[in-house]
C-alpha cells in the first residue's frame, strides 16, 4: 500500500499527514512553525522531524513505509533558500522526496490542473502563479520595503493606526476608537495612547485584525475602508502574476484563496474589491477558497508525483477532514 505524507511548514505551525492512496487519513502531526528565515535552518528542521515523527507515531508506521514525503515550507522563495533547505532535508533518511514552497501545496488544493494563481493572506500575503507548462511566478511575499502592502500583520498596524487618526480627528469617526483600547485593557484611546508612547511600542500583535473585523460587522466605514483596501492590494498581487504568467495553458485561470483572512475572515469587503480589482483586466478567471487544509495540497502533489489518480472522492475526503477529527482507515 502506498502512504504519503505531507508536510506543510509555515510560519507559526507545522502540520504534517499520512494518507493512503484512496486519500483515507492514516495520522497526523503538529509542531512549531518551520520558516527557516525567521528560526534558522536548524530550528526549521527540527519543528519539521518532530511534526513528521509525531504523525508516524499516529499511523503506526516507520519512515521507510512511506513511498513519498511532500514538503511544503514557508521560506523557500528563492533558490538561495532551496540552497540552504535541500541539504537540510536530505538528512532526514527518506527515499523519495520533495520539496515546494508552502504557496504551491495552497493552489494544488484549489487547482486539479495545479495551475493558476495562488494569493495567500495570512499573518503575510503572498501572490503566486503557475502555467501548466510549469512556468512559476512570484509577486510579494517579503514585506513592506517590498511592495507589499496587506496580510494580517499590516491589517493590525493598518487598525491602530485608524484608531489613532479618528480619535486625534484626522480621520472620520470610527468605533474602532472604543474598540482598540478595549482590546488593550485600557479605557480610552489617551491612555492606551501615552502608555505606548511611554513604553516606546513600535509594532501591535496580528490578532487586533480581530478587532477590524468586528468592527466591519458594526457597519464602521474606517474598517470597512482598511479592508477594501486591503482587497485591492491582493487583486493588484493577482494581476501582477497574471500578466508576468501570460499563457496559463488553460482555459480558465483559477485565483485561488488561502489563508486565515480569506479562509475564516471571508470578509465580502475585501473579497468583492479584490474581485472588482481582478474583473477589470482579466475576465477569464474563477475565484477559488478551498475547502481543504493547505497541507493536503501538499499530499495532492505527492499523489501527482507518483501518478496516483485523484478521484472526487479523495477531494471530498480531504474536504470534510479538520484539524483534530482524525478520520480513521
Not at 528560526?39 to 519543528?47: C, E, L, R, S, V
Not at 523519495?96 to 500575503?125: F, H, I, K, Q
Not at 479562509?263 to 477569464?284: D, M, P
Not at 496516483?308 to 475526503?317: A, M, Q
Request: proline content about 3%; aromatic content about 6%.
Amino acid at each position: 500500500m502506498s502512504f504519503i505524507m505531507g508536510v506543510d511548514g509555515g510560519g507559526s505551525k507545522t502540520f504534517t499527514v499520512i494518507t493512503d492512496a484512496a486519500g483515507n487519513l492514516a495520522g497526523e502531526g503538529f509542531a512549531l512553525g518551520a520558516n527557516h528565515q525567521t528560526i534558522g535552518i536548524d530550528n526549521a528542521k527540527t519543528h519539521i522531524v518532530e511534526s513528521m515523527n509525531e504523525a508516524l507515531k499516529s499511523a503506526g508506521l516507520k519512515l521507510s513505509d512511506l513511498s513519498y514525503i511532500q514538503y511544503a515550507l514557508a521560506g523557500a522563495d528563492r533558490e538561495s533558500d532551496y540552497r540552504i533547505l535541500r541539504p537540510a532535508l536530505a538528512q532526514i533518511p527518506a527515499a523519495r522526496w520533495g520539496l515546494e514552497c508552502d504557496t504551491m501545496a495552497g493552489l494544488r488544493s484549489g487547482s486539479p490542473d495545479n495551475a493558476g494563481v495562488v494569493l495567500v493572506c495570512g499573518s503575510g500575503t503572498n501572490a503566486v502563479g503557475r502555467s501548466r507548462s510549469g512556468k512559476v511566478v512570484q509577486t510579494g511575499g517579503f514585506g513592506y520595503l517590498y511592495g507589499d502592502n496587506a496580510g494580517g500583520s499590516r491589517m493590525a498596524v493598518e487598525t491602530f493606526r485608524a484608531a489613532v487618526r479618528s480619535w486625534d480627528q484626522r480621520d472620520i469617526p470610527s468605533v474602532l476608537v472604543e474598540k482598540v483600547p478595549a482590546y488593550f485593557g485600557f479605557e480610552n484611546m489617551e491612555a492606551l495612547y501615552n502608555d505606548f508612547l511611554d513604553r516606546q511600542k513600535g509594532n501591535v500583535p496580528v490578532d487586533l485584525t480581530i478587532v477590524l473585523h468586528e468592527a466591519v460587522k458594526d457597519g464602521d466605514q474606517l474598517a470597512i475602508r482598511i479592508l477594501a483596501k486591503v482587497g485591492e492590494e491582493l487583486g493588484l498581487s493577482a494581476n501582477s502574476v497574471l500578466k508576468r504568467i501570460g499563457d496559463f495553458g488553460i482555459d480558465k485561470v483559477p485565483i485561488v484563496l488561502i489563508g486565515s483572512v480569506f479562509q475564516k475572515g471571508r470578509s465580502s469587503h475585501l473579497l468583492q474589491a479584490l474581485k472588482q480589482t481582478v474583473l477589470e483586466e482579466n475576465a477569464n478567471v474563477e475565484f477559488v477558497i478551498p475547502e481543504m487544509e493547505p497541507v493536503f495540497g501538499a499530499v495532492l502533489l505527492g499523489m501527482d508525483h507518483l501518478k496516483i489518480s485523484v478521484r472526487p472522492d479523495i477531494i471530498e475526503k480531504f474536504n470534510s477532514y479538520r484539524k483534530g477529527e482524525r478520520m480513521h482507515r
